[in-house]
């Protein structure tokens, strides 16, 4: 009689690599269809450039006509020189007005900053994006930004991007997957013409919209994002949008400062976070329809310019004022103060912007402020540190600040007090938030994201080390009744519940499980086994398959036990593996994080020359 089957001891890497081929397996899962989607991503950049650029044009132009009464598309500050009082005031709330009914007659779609709705696109629609977001975002966003409102032009672009490759792909027969890999190149193209930060926008687009790293998905954004670099050049310029010339003096004392101002961007990042959502909160305790909640954010906006104008629009003259140590401690206070606030709390009623502009102003008016108190290191460092800092803290991903910050600059002699920096603040962020800015509005809906990424547990396990060896086999030839009879005799401890069904040469011809085997002794009792196998796909895997690829059939067909067999002889059952084995990788997994042990002890070296105690035998 058959014994139960047993799991099978888990040998050491080293065993394992010496006695199984793997040479069927790759780093990369990639197929030729990565082709095509570079193909479409080529021009998808060049698109996203030009979407930039007109955004950008559209912002100079409404804010040219609405503060200084002129017919030109450049881009200036509407705080750069006086204004009537009742326009800084009533121009943001007309802004808001305007916003409020695209959206509400438009697409809801277009409140927000951008990339919270892009994140929701990707992972709860199928990466697809309406053709009317794709049209109102971007003017929206230039409406809102045109009238003083304290946002940056990245998210609105993000979106828009976004929604121009994810209409690329739903012309075309594509999965889901490839969906997003086209939104998401779409949107970081127009991230790279926007800012001329062609690294930092792709590390954006795998630390917060790709969710994966794989060649599929990573080779067409970066081909996206190189187009619209290159597109760029004549359109915008090639020189980084806030140069900084001048050298830096770095002493331990310094970067043992880049922590201190870490973590004070840290608490900003927190602070600042906290108040955007307190800001909707209170908008949604409000009696009114949500359609007229930007316009009450224009009259935050406007009475936080009556007090600093320099806070109101993108604010790329301050930044670079920040950038270059050129601005008085007067404005750093103000743009520290009232940009965060009006940021914060316009930001909840629902308008339309972009976080990345606002964040580098404020984060640069707080390490303004530290340059003050800190010792001199070179012109704007410590704006530099703080505005990667309070980036990462705000977004949860200090590589994209830390990347951020050296292409706005060009400061490469910066990288390792940038690393010191957002490294600090992204732990002070993680601790003391659950989520940031961009996916607490993604939870409030209903949804959890989970942003940590690490290696699957089932790829390093295969499934000749959790595979049940003992299998009980039925002959094709035997009747229903005499199977039944079998699995009996086999006892009731027997876990088997799939049966392979093989012919008079031992070849696998089908599965029968055990409820199966069940109804049929009720009505085909007589019947052999061969007639009555149903018509089903039959599923099988083999010994030297990582642990995943069985996870993926069996979500595929819909099965929680699949039968093993020979890689060179398919017909040949050498085991079964079951959902139950399936979750060994995730205990091992488990283990390894929770299981804590001492591996090396301090052992006393006897002084020189004393001999060993002979010990008793």
Not at 220 to 235: D, E, G, I, M, N
Not at 428 to 453: F, N, P
């Amino acid at each position: 009689m058959p014994v139960p089957p047993t799991p099978t001891a888990t040998s050491s890497p080293t065993d394992r690599s010496a006695v199984r081929d793997v040479g069927h397996l790759g780093d990369f899962t990639v197929t030729r269809r990565v082709l095509l989607l570079v193909a479409i991503a080529a021009p998808l950049g060049a698109v996203s450039a030009g979407v930039s650029w007109c955004l950008l044009k559209l912002i100079g132009l409404i804010t040219n006509a609405v503060f200084y009464g002129r017919l030109a598309t450049r881009i200036v500050a509407p705080g750069a020189h006086h204004h009537s009082p009742a326009l800084v005031l009533l121009a943001p709330v007309i802004g808001g007005l305007v916003i409020g009914v695209m959206a509400r007659y438009g697409s809801e779609k277009i409140r927000g900053h951008g990339m919270p709705e892009t994140i929701e696109a990707i992972l709860m629609a199928g990466s697809r994006v309406s053709p009317r977001v794709a049209v109102l975002k971007p003017i929206s966003a230039a409406v809102a930004i045109g009238t003083g409102g304290p946002f940056g032009a990245e998210g609105p672009i993000i979106m828009t991007g976004g929604a121009i490759g994810s209409l690329f792909a739903q012309l075309v027969k594509f999965t889901a997957d490839e969906r997003k890999t086209l939104l998401v190149a779409g949107a970081t193209a127009g991230m790279a013409a926007t800012f001329n930060a062609p690294l930092a926008s792709i590390v954006l687009g795998v630390e917060l919209l790709l969710f994966e790293w794989r060649p599929r998905s990573l080779i067409p954004v970066a081909t996206a994002v190189s187009v619209a670099a290159l597109v760029r050049q004549p359109l915008l310029g090639s020189a980084p949008l806030f140069p900084v010339t001048g050298a830096l003096h770095l002493s331990p004392t310094a970067y043992l400062l880049c922590v201190v101002s870490g973590l004070l961007s840290g608490l900003l990042a927190v602070a600042a976070t906290a108040l955007v959502y307190a800001s909707e909160d209170l908008f949604h305790r409000l009696p009114i329809h949500w359609m007229w909640w930007p316009a009450i954010g224009g009259l935050i906006i406007g009475l936080g310019g009556l007090f600093v104008p320099q806070a109101l629009g993108v604010g790329y003259d301050v930044i670079g004022s920040e950038l270059d140590g050129s601005i008085g401690l007067g404005l750093v206070v103000g743009i520290l103060v009232v940009k965060t606030l009006i940021w914060s709390l316009s930001l909840g009623s629902g308008t339309s912007g972009g976080v990345l502009a606002p964040m580098f102003m404020i984060g640069g008016a707080l390490g303004a402020l530290e340059a003050h108190l800190f010792p001199p290191v070179g012109p704007g460092f410590w704006a530099l540190i703080a505005l990667a800092g309070v980036l990462g803290g705000v977004m949860r991903s200090p590589l994209t600040g830390i990347v951020f910050a050296i292409e706005l600059t060009h400061r490469l002699e910066a990288v390792t007090p940038l690393v010191i920096g957002a490294g600090s603040a992204f732990l002070v962020s993680v601790l003391l938030l659950k989520r940031s800015v961009l996916t607490e509005k993604i939870a409030r809906r209903g949804y959890h994201l989970s942003r940590e990424y690490d290696v699957d547990p089932l790829e390093v396990l295969f499934v000749s080390e959790v595979m049940s060896t003992d299998v009980l086999e039925l002959g094709s030839d035997l009747t229903v009744a005499e199977a039944v009879a079998s699995v009996a005799d086999a006892g009731a401890g027997w876990a088997q519940r799939l049966y392979p069904v093989v012919d008079g040469d031992g070849s696998l011809v089908g599965v029968l499980t055990r409820r199966e085997l069940g109804r049929l002794a009720e009505r085909r009792g007589d019947d052999p086994l061969g007639q009555v196998l149903a018509a089903r796909t039959l599923v099988t895997t083999h010994p030297d398959q990582p642990l995943r690829h069985v996870a993926e059939l069996m979500a595929r067909y819909e099965v929680n036990r699949v039968p093993v067999v020979e890689r060179d002889r398919p017909d040949r059952v050498v085991g079964l593996v079951s959902l139950t084995q399936l979750l060994a990788g995730r205990q091992r997994d488990q283990q390894e994080a929770r299981e804590r042990e001492r591996v090396l002890r301090v052992r006393l070296v006897r002084p020189w020359g004393q001999k060993e105690e002979p010990q008793a035998v």
